[in-house]
């Protein structure tokens, strides 16, 4: 792998990540409610949503490293999805499980963990990039699809959500994009 260019990359990424996603947070209102900016912005405060505040920057991230590193980014491509899930996952995990012990919602507490997740993701992601074990053809394949698998499901549930907690805003109790 590129050792001397991955790090920075990375590093770069992590922050890329970390910014984009807490500005995408405001985006959707800051553009008026554009039904472009919903694709990639939190339309309403559901966890759904502030996952989505990891997903689509890091599923942006990964096309900007995978294009500069060239034919080694393309190793990446499964460390990147398993680390992106990771994170994806922390979410909800630490969300529910802070809301269930405390009963409140905190905005301080909600960031930490968003931050949480990211920098658990890009930790996995060079764990088992720097692994090696993820680099056959297979692994990449499976890894791009899975990423525009993620990526798909992030757009088309901001628009058609299922009805289900993990969607719904807790103050309003709606699902998707607010009328």
């Known amino acids: 792998m590129c050792e001397e260019k991955w790090p920075a990359w990375e590093t770069a990424g992590l922050f890329a990540v970390l910014i984009a996603g807490n500005l995408?947070?405001?985006?959707?209102?800051?553009?008026?409610?554009?039904?472009?900016?919903?694709?990639?912005?939190a339309v309403n405060e559901s966890t759904w949503e502030h996952m989505k505040l990891l997903a689509m920057p890091w599923l942006l991230w990964t096309l900007v490293e995978i294009l500069a590193l060239g034919k080694k980014g393309g190793e990446l491509l499964m460390p990147r999805t398993l680390g992106m899930?990771?994170?994806?996952?922390?979410?909800?995990?630490?969300?529910?499980?802070?809301r269930g012990v405390t009963g409140q919602v905190n905005h301080v507490v909600n960031i930490t963990i968003f931050q949480v997740a990211v920098l658990l993701a890009f930790g996995i992601t060079r764990k088992l990039a720097r692994g090696g074990n993820f680099g056959g053809k297979q692994w990449q394949i499976l890894g791009l699809f899975v990423l525009l698998a993620v990526g798909a499901l992030f757009v088309r549930w901001t628009f058609h959500p299922p009805m289900l907690p993990l969607f719904a805003d807790p103050g309003t109790g709606l699902t998707g994009i607010p009328k």
């Open 24 to 41: 995408l947070h405001f985006a959707y209102g800051w553009s008026g409610g554009s039904p472009a900016a919903a694709m990639i912005a």
């Open 85 to 98: 899930l990771a994170g994806l996952a922390a979410i909800p995990l630490l969300f529910y499980t802070y």
